[in-house]
Antibody, heavy 123, light 106 residues
Framework: QVQLQESGPGLVKPSQTLSLTCTVSGGSISSGSYFWSWIRQPAGKGLECIGRIYSSGSTNYNPSLKSRVTISLDTSKNQFSLKLTSVTAADTAVYYC???????????????WGKGTSVTVSS | SYDLTQPPSVSVSPGQTASITCSGDRLGDKYASWYQQKPGQSPVLVIYQDSKRPSGIPERFSGSNSGNTATLTISGTQAMDEADYYCQAWDSSTGVFGGGTKLTVL
């Protein structure tokens, strides 16, 4: 049973870089059958896709965040990471990592989610 | 950008059928997924590819998608189904979520 666990600082200062890691257990991050996503949720609000990365290293980012986001893989550690630069209070949220099923066209979906980690942007 | 619109809230009596809609431009040309989120928990996939149920999801959950609207239907709604529900689709390789619907079972 694959499990995902987010980790990283719970507090980040404005203008700095938010860095989170998702550790995958029970399965290989290198499998071509999956992609790996980051999603966030401000308190009391809805879900927002940040982006995803395939085992090939190919990425897709939300256009509204694209200029500030980098998602990367570390296959040696079976982890993938999120970096979000120049953060503001608007980036305060619970950040989730999730596994997605690779499928043609728009068939993809996210079937396994981590428990989420809360990040606050404040000085 | 692509938008998905859900009603903020839906109420249903126990044992009755709840329907939650998700509207988007030509959404029927895409595949829709639905996620259930209970307070303090991470989202759980309940429907994928419009109408398929993952293993472990009760049969009372079903989905459809046509035209501009995807619908999540919960038959014989139980108190444990009270949660927030989010639809999701992909547009130009970007994941898009609806704003979420709070389902109240009363």
């Amino acid at each position: 049973q694959v499990q995902l666990q987010e980790s990283g600082p719970g507090l980040v200062k404005p203008s700095q870089t938010l860095s989170l890691t998702c550790t995958v257990s029970g399965g290989s991050i290198s499998s071509g059958s999956y992609f790996w996503s980051w999603i966030r949720q401000p308190a009391g609000k809805g879900l927002e896709c940040i982006g995803r990365i395939y085992s090939s290293g190919s990425t897709n980012y939300n256009p509204s965040l694209k200029s500030r986001v980098t998602i990367s893989l570390d296959t040696s550690k079976n982890q993938f990471s999120l970096k979000l630069t120049s953060v503001t209070a608007a980036d305060t949220a619970v950040y989730y990592c999730a596994r997605g099923i690779v499928a043609a066209g728009t068939n993809s979906y996210m079937d396994v989610w981590g428990k989420g980690t809360s990040v606050t942007v404040s000085s | 950008s692509y938008d998905l619109t859900q009603p903020p809230s839906v109420s249903v009596s126990p044992g009755q059928t709840a329907s939650i809609t998700c509207s988007g431009d030509r959404l029927g040309d895409k595949y829709a997924s639905w996620y259930q989120q209970k307070p303090g928990q991470s989202p759980v996939l309940v429907i994928y590819q419009d109408s398929k149920r993952p293993s472990g999801i009760p049969e009372r959950f079903s989905g459809s998608n046509s035209g501009n609207t995807a619908t999540l239907t919960i038959s014989g709604t139980q108190a444990m189904d009270e949660a927030d529900y989010y639809c999701q689709a992909w547009d130009s390789s970007t994941g898009v979520f609806g704003g979420g619907t709070k389902l109240t079972v009363l």
